[in-house]
């Protein structure tokens, strides 16, 4: 009798290419430049291993990862695969979280959609520095806990964050918004000059602040009437 | 769209009819194209020597679409095709469908059958099939099926022909189509409203001159059927007349239809056309839903499964009959058919998805708990054609689920097929069954 199944003699070789293997293939391309230009931010960066957390510094290396990320094509999505590569991926040397949020933030800060989210509330590291020089027009929202020193420098964006941060949120920021639903550490705002950080929850502390609002609970706790802001 | 020389014959067809003769809205849409779908698969059934049963209310031209195709295509003018058309009804007899005794002949002694015109040319319509009581519905039972129609000791045998039927909605005056009738149609398509737009224009142009009518052809037409010669004899002749019809439609409506030459180049065509991979495992994942029965090893009308049988979820629960052997071959033929028409080089999943609710409508015969359950959902179809798009709609996701693991089983069905030792890719879905089956693994059970 005649084989039933002749048609099918290549069939279990002959594999054919659905659009979503393209764009799985597409993606992991996307994702390796991504972290090849991490990769490059820590050999300059962080070659004894440490890195200090100085203002300095962080222009210094967010000038580096922004000419690391040159040429990429990527999507917010892109990002957050790269947030999650940090946390779990067996090709990042070492993770320091201030050069990775300073590398995200040059992400962000440059990606093609004006509203980025990302989902981070599975890391199990909190990523320093998220948000760094957030321009006009761009909305960064982040899923989950962020590290020290979130939305520093804040330059005229919304961000939000899903969740709490740490020490020195909103800290030199100029303007623009951060919302942030439950709590914040100690210096919070400090040194910035504009803008509005609002808090669901609660602050521990409060830094030395130039200008701006601060809402705290939807209390307005900086200014306080009577107390004049700082000026230089 | 592409312009093969055949095809762009097809298409002017298509846009006469539904420009001039045909009023109705587009309701399918295929590779970006819409179209009606009755006079889609009228064509198709024209093309591929079909059988179509169209449906739907009084009026709405299922049997004036049917003669309009059958007509240009073939080259007959309309008064022909009118005078070979079978209507059902209660008193209807073999004399009057298949043939009758030549009384003259008959006076002498001789035995001599004088053909309907309606057994002779290639273009068949029964008009309200349906109205035929059952025991007489046998009698084209052959005719329908194989273009064999014979009366008393003689045989008529079509080379060629393409069959339309109509019916009704079920009213008092209409009986049950017979199971073995219904099965020989290939699809079953609805004649619809045209919505109150395109009625109300309908008719509005009315002229008394029928454009596809020529009453001098007609006429030759007729004295060459009811002539003595020998049928072949006669084709050859009708076939002569039919092309000075053909040239009168180019010169006036700028038709053309397709000679007999033409009508088999076509056919061969089509049947170099092939079913990608997808769509052949596709097509065989739909006819083991269709075919495939745990609990007694395939379907049987006369055998219902229970409640609680490992398959519950596919289609072979929700239906009591068994898909025929002549199930792949409409879906086939017009599956073929379609891709010629698109101009496509093979048939796509695309094809066959909107070839097969067709093919499968009038012939599953779904359980009464399964119709009550879906009979209250909204539809824009014919309860039968609705639940045979939502069964293939159904097949199609399992296939896109399963699609690279059926076809590693099926090529390991080819392997163990030839007399490799491999194990069979066990799934679930009786298709994986139908393979085990095949290569012999699985054992009938005991009687």
């Known amino acids: 009798m005649k084989n039933p199944f002749e048609a099918f003699h290549q069939a279990g070789v002959r594999k054919r290419e659905i659009p979503l293997d393209k764009i799985l293939k597409s993606k992991e391309e996307t994702l390796s430049t991504i972290l090849k230009g991490y990769e490059d931010l820590l050999k300059n960066e962080a070659k004894d291993l440490v890195w200090l957390m100085q203002y300095s510094t962080v222009i210094k290396a967010y000038s580096i990862a922004e000419k690391g990320i040159e040429g990429i094509e990527y999507t917010a999505e892109d990002i957050e695969e790269f947030c999650y590569a940090l946390d779990h991926s067996d090709q990042i040397p070492y993770l320091i979280t201030g050069p990775a949020g300073v590398y995200i933030s040059a992400l962000c800060n440059h990606a093609k959609e004006e509203e980025i989210y990302l989902h981070l509330r599975d890391l199990t590291v909190k990523i320093n520095l998220l948000g760094y020089r957030l321009p006009t027009d761009k909305k960064l929202i982040v899923e989950g806990n962020v590290g020290d020193f979130t939305g520093i420098g804040l330059d005229g964006g919304e961000f939000i964050i899903e969740g709490s941060g740490k020490n020195y949120t909103g800290a030199g920021m100029k303007r623009g918004r951060i919302i942030v639903r439950h709590n914040l550490g100690f210096n919070t705002g400090h040194g910035m000059t504009g803008g509005e950080l609002i808090v669901g929850g609660r602050i521990k502390g409060l830094g030395k602040i130039v200008g701006g609002k601060i809402y705290e609970r939807d209390q307005l706790i900086f200014p306080h009437e009577g107390i004049k802001p700082f000026s230089f | 769209m592409k312009n093969g020389y055949y095809q762009t014959k097809i298409r002017g067809i298509y846009k006469y009819i539904s420009d001039n003769l045909y009023l109705n809205r587009p309701d399918v849409e295929i590779k970006g194209e819409h179209f009606n779908s009755t006079l889609l698969f009228s064509l198709l059934t024209g093309i591929n ?9 009084p009026g709405l031209g299922k049997t004036t679409s049917a003669e309009y195709v059958g007509s240009i295509l073939y080259r007959y003018p309309l008064g022909v095709i009118w005078g070979s058309e079978v209507s059902g009804h209660p008193e209807q007899t073999e004399e009057k469908i298949i043939g ?9 002694g001789k035995e001599r059958v004088v053909w309907s015109n309606f057994a002779q040319i290639p273009v068949k319509i029964v008009d309200e099939i349906n109205r035929l009581p059952e025991t007489k519905q046998s009698m084209i039972l052959n005719g329908v099926d194989r273009g064999n129609w014979e009366y008393l000791n003689e045989i008529l045998i079509n080379d060629e022909y393409s069959l339309f039927a109509t019916a009704n909605y079920q009213d008092r005056g209409t009986n049950t189509i017979i199971a073995p009738l219904i099965d020989r149609f290939d699809v079953l398509i609805e004649s619809r409203h045209p919505g109150s737009n395109i009625a109300y224009i309908i008719g509005k142009e009315a002229s008394s001159n029928h454009p596809l009518r020529h009453p001098q052809y007609e006429k030759e037409l007729h004295q060459i059927l009811r002539g003595d010669k020998p049928y072949e004899e006669k084709m050859t002749l009708a076939e002569g007349v039919c092309n000075l019809f053909g040239d009168y439609l180019k010169e006036h409506l700028g038709l053309e239809g397709l000679n007999k030459d033409e009508r088999n180049n076509v056919n061969e065509e089509m049947v170099e056309i092939d079913f990608d991979l997808d769509t052949n495992a596709f097509v065989r994942m739909a006819l083991a839903e269709l075919s495939f029965c745990h609990k007694y090893g395939q379907k049987r009308s006369v055998e219902v499964c229970e409640e609680g049988c490992h398959y519950t979820g596919y289609l072979c ?10 199930l792949p071959i409409s879906i086939r033929n017009y599956a073929q058919a379609l891709a010629w028409f698109l101009e496509d080089d093979g048939v796509d999943i695309e094809h066959v998805r909107l070839i097969i609710p067709h093919v499968l409508a009038h012939r599953i015969q779904w359980k009464d708990s399964y ?15 609705y639940l045979a798009k939502e069964a293939t709609e159904e097949i199609f996701q399992r296939y896109n689920e399963q699609r690279e693991y059926l076809l590693d089983a099926l090529s390991v069905g080819y392997r163990a097929f030839a007399g490799e030792e491999v194990t069979p890719l066990e799934g679930d879905h009786p298709i994986y069954e139908e393979i085990k089956k095949d290569i012999g693994v699985k054992d009938e059970k005991p009687l």
């Open chain 2, 371 to 385: 119709l009550s359950k879906k009979e209250g959902e909204g539809r824009n179809d014919p309860f039968q054609i």
């Open chain 2, 317 to 326: 629960h929700h239906i009591k009959n068994c898909a025929s052997n002549r």
């Open chain 2, 100 to 108: 009758r005794p030549h009384l003259g002949e008959l006076n002498k």
């Open chain 2, 49 to 57: 020597r079909g059988k179509e049963l169209i449906i739907g209310e």
